[in-house]
């Protein structure tokens, strides 16, 4: 085995397309003709290399070399070519690698977070010649980048100030994007953010080696952030679980959702009379369609998913596998009916006693669970009813009272890894938790997921440890509202703060971050949601919720090989009160 050394006198390139052929002679013609006695007086000088940055910028060197596919015409990341770059410029100084392999280096979280805004605004500045840095290390901490003390404190909703210093970092005095590393002073989650090192709040206070490579030492002076400026939250912490085996394969975005036509006009009605209960706990004179098309705060945003139209009676299959962290499975197959006189034309909620929907949902197998039924009556405004359950148990043979089918107990055959409140990612009472919206943005959701509603594919074909199947999902770019709830003082849940993205054309909670005791990240929930065009209406197929502590998980909705959702079946009231329930428990 042997390496060929580089000699630029001979060089002729590696690369089939010759394009990039022709920019590495290039490069190499640069320096050639720029010259030995130039290039050392340029070290000993101390000159930091902006003739070379033009340079590169002239022929769209570092756009080249940097742009992922998908950011720009005909980009495309080729690790062989950049490490020839890499070799080229090394052999006539390290200064002109150095800023080549810090840009890279600043680079990485924009391109491999979630944030599209971000990823844009550096495909633009790659093509306008710009250089990037990476703002980790910090002089106190070195890479102790736990002990981070750069704080990312949070003002109105959606805005922070960065405060803090940062130490040994490459190009730092010029850089367009400094990703840099800090933490959340309030929740502790630790965050990556982009600044300018041109904006007035940041300083570049020095140069902290002797050398014309520029590792600069700044500070944020209360350095204004945006959402937009803000890198890694949500699904990214998946990715970083689940390097080897997940990832999104994101298509075009298509706004597939709609509704029947009554819906819209109803809907239209509702903006002018539809308004909240009594802390948010229900909704006064709206019926059928959505309660509040130009919704203005959080509680009339959730009310908006609760009340989506879902056709007026239905039974699907919910078949939910839990799988082991190594991948192993049982399935729980669950028939569920469910009744929504909201939705029936010419109704009151005076007319339908206060009740939103009648659910019934009986577990089939596997045969120790089979028999358990469960009877839910859900309210429209819970400050006048709170919601009313009921269990039937085939060991008993008696139907009792359920006060606990709410909040954080756990969903049906979940392993614990849902609770009831998750149900269709989120139903119930919203009293434990302060509600807030934080804004809009675009982000990839799961959205028209038809290759996951396919008919025949199988379990095992979905079953991944720790995720399902990639490669059977689909994601979109979609606009979303953000929402916050954070647990109340004195009140109990498991989730200490949860985190609520709703697709903006339907209101369907299309994922979720689930934060534990501690603040911390610990679980997050998928929404696969499809247009059902007989209806229409949108709505899930599957529904995952990963557990990233444990690295197990739990979903539900695999209809691929059972009858799908049926809607607008025709049902009464009658079939779903405890005295039938006794009826109908047969085991």
Avoid at 16 to 29: A, E, G, H, L, Y
Avoid at 296 to 317: D, F, I, P, Q, S
Wanted: glycine share 8%; with cysteine.
């Amino acid at each position: 085995m042997y390496m060929k050394l580089l000699n630029p006198r001979i060089y002729s390139g590696q690369h089939p397309d010759k394009q990039t052929n022709k920019m590495m002679v290039s490069i190499i013609d640069w320096f050639e003709e720029k010259g030995l006695k130039s290039l050392k007086a340029d070290w000993h000088n101390k000159t930091w290399n902006h003739e070379f940055v033009d340079f590169m910028k002239s022929h769209q060197v570092l756009a080249t070399l940097m742009t992922p596919q998908g950011y720009g015409e005909g980009a495309c990341w080729n690790t062989l070519r950049n490490v020839e770059f890499a070799e080229i410029t090394a052999f006539y100084g390290i200064t002109y690698w150095y800023t080549f392999q810090v840009s890279m280096l600043g680079l990485g979280p924009i391109f491999n977070g979630d944030n599209e805004a971000a990823k844009h605004k550096a495909a633009i500045l790659l093509k306008e010649g710009k250089v990037f840095a990476f703002g980790l290390s910090e002089k106190e901490h070195g890479a102790d980048i736990y002990s981070s003390d750069m704080m990312l404190i949070p003002q109105e909703v959606g805005t922070y100030i960065a405060r803090g210093d940062k130490y040994y970092i490459g190009n730092g005095n010029e850089a367009a994007m400094v990703s840099t590393f800090g933490k959340n002073s309030e929740t502790g989650e630790y965050v990556f953010f982009v600044v300018d090192s041109k904006h007035p709040k940041y300083e570049c206070t020095k140069n902290t080696v002797n050398q014309p490579n520029y590792v600069a030492e700044y500070v944020l002076h209360d350095y204004p952030i945006t959402e937009d400026d803000i890198l890694s939250v949500g699904q990214k912490a998946t990715f970083a679980k689940y390097p080897d085996t997940y990832y999104m394969d994101v298509y075009p975005s298509r706004r597939s959702a709609s509704f029947p036509e009554h819906i819209y006009e109803m809907t239209a009605k509702n903006a002018a009379t539809a308004s909240l209960a009594e802390n948010g706990e229900g909704v006064l004179d709206a019926a059928e369609g959505f309660p509040f098309p130009f919704p203005e705060n959080a509680y009339e945003l959730m009310w908006n998913h609760k009340l989506k139209y879902k056709g007026m009676g239905g039974v699907r299959y919910n078949t939910q596998i839990a799988p082991t962290a190594s991948g192993k499975f049982s399935v729980t197959v669950i028939r569920e009916e469910l009744l929504g006189l909201y939705y029936k034309p010419g109704v009151t909620i005076e007319e339908i006693d206060n009740i939103l929907l009648y659910f019934f949902q009986e577990v089939e197998s596997p045969a120790r669970l089979a028999g358990n039924i469960l009877l839910v009556h859900e309210t429209l405004n819970q400050q006048v009813t709170p919601r009313q359950a009921w269990i039937y148990n085939p060991g008993q043979r008696r139907v009792r009272r359920a006060p606990n089918v709410a909040y954080d107990n756990p969903g049906t055959a979940s392993d614990g890894l849902r609770t009831n409140d998750m149900t269709d990612m989120f139903n119930g009472a919203m009293d434990r938790f302060d509600w807030t919206v934080v804004g809009k943005k675009e982000i990839y959701i799961p959205y028209n997921s038809y290759g996951a509603h396919a008919e025949g594919i199988t379990n095992d074909e979905f079953i991944q440890p720790g995720h399902l199947n990639p490669g059977l999902m689909r994601y979109e770019l979609h606009r979303v509202w953000v929402m916050d709830a954070n647990l109340k003082e004195g009140m109990r849940h498991i989730n200490a703060k949860r985190t609520y993205y709703l697709d903006e054309d339907s209101y369907q909670i299309a994922l979720i971050d689930h934060y534990d005791g501690r603040l911390q990240l610990w679980r997050a929930s998928e929404c696969h949601m499809i247009n059902y065009y007989d209806v229409p209406t949108i709505w899930s197929t599957i529904e995952a919720h990963y557990d990233l502590q444990s690295g197990r998980y739990v979903a539900q909705g695999f209809d691929n090989t059972t009858a799908v959702n049926t809607f607008n079946v025709e049902m009464q009231p009658s079939q779903f009160t405890p005295q039938a329930l006794r009826t109908r428990g047969r085991r």
